[in-house]
């Protein structure tokens, strides 16, 4: 088994863990909040990483995140493995208003996952045509409805 080494940065936070014994993702924190403005906010988890060899992580949003007026900004978070500061969080104000209170209640719950990824090696490659498929180029709603 491998091991992710985390570094908490705040007295008595919550040490990231699953829900249960089968979840994917260690669940994050929103420790702290610095407001870029009324609708886009910064949350600190109060973790850094660092993930075994051969690894990165990924933040992505809890699923409890969508009965909010928040979602991730970015959508899904990519920590490389070299990266040791804290992971923080943008999260987008969709609601009515100004979205401070709203951020500032966010603080002591847990906002979104940590899951560790294996990292795959590839050469790129340019080609002047790819392999026919019989998909071909059929992109958005091409399977049907």
Partial sequence: MS??????????MPVPQRAHPKD????????ALESHNERLFFIDTGVSVE???????????RSSLSKTDFILANSVGIIDPDYRGRIRLALRYLGEGSGVE?????????VAQLILRRRE???????????????????????GS
């Fill in 51 to 61: 993930p075994p060899e051969g690894f990165y992580v990924e933040v992505v949003a």
């Fill in 3 to 12: 091991t992710l080494r985390l570094q908490l940065h705040y007295p008595d």
């Fill in 24 to 31: 994917v993702g260690l669940d994050l924190t929103a420790m």
């Fill in 121 to 143: 090696e590839a050469t790129v490659e340019v080609v002047s045509e790819l392999g026919e498929t019989i998909r071909g180029i059929g992109g958005f709603g091409s399977s």
């Fill in 102 to 110: 709203a951020a500032a209640e966010l603080i002591g719950r847990r």
